[in-house]
């Protein structure tokens, strides 16, 4: 399983894929690229009622080459990216161009944008790889408008040896940060991945 839309700091467990040689494959993942439009359209319903119901600023954390970003940028936000490989950036640019979205290279847990902007910080399959959950989730949290929301898509992907953050350790990160979570399980809908998954996988929408 990939670290998420894109690459992460250096302590992530995913930290020693080259993402920018991934780039060029990265899309043919059902739910990275979003090609067939039956996994487009779960996602972006998915997208619609996890968002702000009117056009606000959505910041994309480890977009990866953009798919849900651009899926949000159709929906009337304006989006902007952020992601460590310059490859992927560099595909999300083309994938959304003539769109309200704007792409940067740099890291999720701490990236290059101001404070207090946001409608909705989204990110999906990001944060099980970093070495400090709880120290991401505080930055983000100040990255949000007051009523601003929290997406998070995460899950344990494997059986052998799983790997990702389970949805009530997640819960208990955000208790502290948050006075609305809600935990969406997304393992039952195989229109979101393409296939039948049998692992654990879901969203939460948390608002401070």
Do not use: N, Q
Not at 76 to 102: E, Q
Not at 123 to 144: K, Q, S, T, Y
Not at 158 to 174: E, F, H, K, Q, Y
Request: net charge negative.
């Amino acid at each position: 399983m990939a670290s998420g839309e894109g690459a992460e700091t250096s302590a992530a467990p995913g930290a020693e894929v080259d993402w920018d040689a991934e780039a060029a494959t990265f899309d043919d993942e059902p739910d990275h690229g979003l090609r067939d439009p039956v996994v487009r359209g779960a996602w972006a319903a998915r997208l619609e009622a996890w968002l702000p119901r009117h056009p606000g600023d959505v910041l994309d954390l480890g977009c990866g080459t953009g798919s849900l970003s651009l899926l949000a940028a159709e929906r009337g936000h304006r989006v902007t990216g952020v992601d460590r490989s310059a490859a992927m950036i560099g595909l999300a640019r083309a994938k959304s161009a003539g769109r309200d979205a704007v792409f940067l290279v740099g890291d999720a847990v701490a990236p290059p944008v101001g404070e207090r902007l946001f409608d909705a910080v989204l990110v999906r399959h990001v944060l099980w790889a970093l070495p400090d959950p709880g120290r991401a989730l505080r930055h983000w949290r100040g990255l949000l408008r007051p009523g601003g929301r929290l997406v998070l898509v995460e899950g344990v992907w494997g059986t052998t040896s799983p790997v990702g953050i389970p949805a009530d350790r997640l819960t208990a990160l955000l208790a502290p940060l948050a006075g609305d979570v809600r935990v969406e399980r997304l393992s039952d809908d195989a229109r979101l991945w393409g296939k039948a998954v049998d692992d654990e996988r879901y969203a939460v929408v948390a608002v401070p």
